[in-house]
């Protein structure tokens, strides 16, 4: 049977920032454990639209798995130790972050570093790391300590290296990929976007708007026989006109914000509220100018749509980079 061997691939993802792909062989062999959840849409009160900007405890983002490993199977002995991987920095010096790692005691997070590329390392068994709330968040609270004083590559949760050695070989195998999406994240910041709108209250204003949407209605309510072709009708043309004023909303965001941003990125939208889940690339002399627009929106929307808005986070929706397992002649 042939043997498998993985390969480091890295790529970018930026509409106006592209990082080159870069793929080269390694001997490192990561355990991963299942992605975690996405978390789910958060809910706002009809007719009030407010900029919610959280520092603290922030919600996990959904592109959490950044820099994502081929699955292999575990070791379920927990005697055996490991190196739990969080995020890739540069330095040319050893650091240390304190207990601030994953598990039940928090574990000290320091730094494994080939030439001045560097992994955010803490120590852990191998196992199987399961994406409960308590662990997301204790990997989201490294990656962000580290992000104050360093530019980040985010690694996805449940990232695990058998050896050190491993986690030298993967930086010394994708050294190239790493350096060029360091470069071209240097200080930025990625920041959440989401809008959402009450449907029923947008449904009544198109009614009271639209005279064709108005006049159909009039004609379902007065009739007393079958209505089912002028439902039929009504639906297509609510919906219609739903999808025409989201494209509206949408793209009145994106122009008022562009300007500010370096590079966005669209993600599906949680639930039938939400109209835009957005990811913006923000350069740090740019955040209170990008903080202030996001503020300055809510308020001309005031009473039509709710913005929640989070960050700054690490770059998780503008940095790709994968571990591909190779099958080896």
Known sequence: MAKQKPRAAATKTAPKTSARSAATESGVKPVRTKSAKKPGAATAKAAAATSDRTRARKPVPEALAAVTPAPVAPSHESAVRGKYVYCIIRTDRPVSFGAIGIG?????VYTVAYRDLAAVVSDTALVVHDPTRENVLAHQGVAETVMRGYTVIPMSFGTVFKTREDIVELLRSAEGAFRDVLEKMQDR?????????????????????DENVRRLKDEISAQKGSTYFARMQYGRLVDATLQSRTEQYVSEVFHALRDV????????????????????LVSRDQEQ???????????????RLTFKYTGPWPPYNFVNIRLKLERAQ
């Open 289 to 303: 100018a990008f903080d202030a627009r996001v503020k300055e929106i809510g308020q001309r929307y005031d009473g």
């Open 261 to 280: 941003a370096v590079a966005s990125r669209t993600n599906k939208p949680i639930g039938d509220k939400m109209i835009l889940n957005a990811a913006f």
């Open 104 to 108: 039940q005691e928090p574990a000290e």
């Open 189 to 209: 910041f990625e920041f959440g976007l989401k809008v959402l709108w009450d449907r029923d209250q947008i449904v009544r204003e198109i009614e009271r708007e």
